[in-house]
């Protein structure tokens, strides 16, 4: 059985909360046990945190065991370089994914210091976009 590792970041602890107009109205938590059901092949895990430190740690704890990384790292995408060297240092692949796109949204959201590092990015699909990470690393 393949293990992906969903691991969010900053301020996404509150979908469902926040900005409805951008993120939607549904609670990570209540999509998670959604998208495991529908990859009930797949051995998913979630973490999420506000912390840079505690997504790198993360990032290190599950990148040698799991088969792929699904990494929403929120506004830390645009300025951690800290979180692009962990995902350079583990072995499992990471994809960058995003809820809104960000390439139509503030200037500033247009760069990843991440996405080098990643397999590959996918935004805009809102909640969707994890079930498209998870299919790509599967």
């Known amino acids: 059985m393949k293990k992906i590792a969903v691991i969010n970041g900053p301020n996404l602890n509150l979908l469902?909360?926040?900005?409805k107009s951008i993120y939607g109205d549904t609670s990570f938590d209540s999509y998670f046990a959604g998208l495991k059901s529908r990859f009930e092949n797949v051995e998913l895990t979630y973490f999420q945190s506000n912390c840079e430190g505690s997504i790198i740690d993360e990032i290190h704890r599950v990148g040698f065991d799991v088969d792929g990384?699904?990494?929403?790292a929120g506004a830390y995408t645009h300025y951690s370089i800290a979180?692009?060297?962990?995902i350079r240092a583990v072995k499992a692949p990471v994809v960058e994914v995003h809820i809104s796109n960000v390439h139509s949204r503030e200037e500033y959201r247009h760069v990843s210091m991440i996405a080098p590092a990643c397999r590959g990015?996918?935004?805009g699909f809102g909640l969707k976009s994890y079930d498209l990470a998870v299919e790509a690393l599967l």
């Open 83 to 86: 979180i692009a060297d962990a």
């Open 16 to 19: 469902g909360v926040r900005e």
């Open 69 to 72: 990384i699904v990494l929403n």
């Open 121 to 123: 990015v996918i935004a």
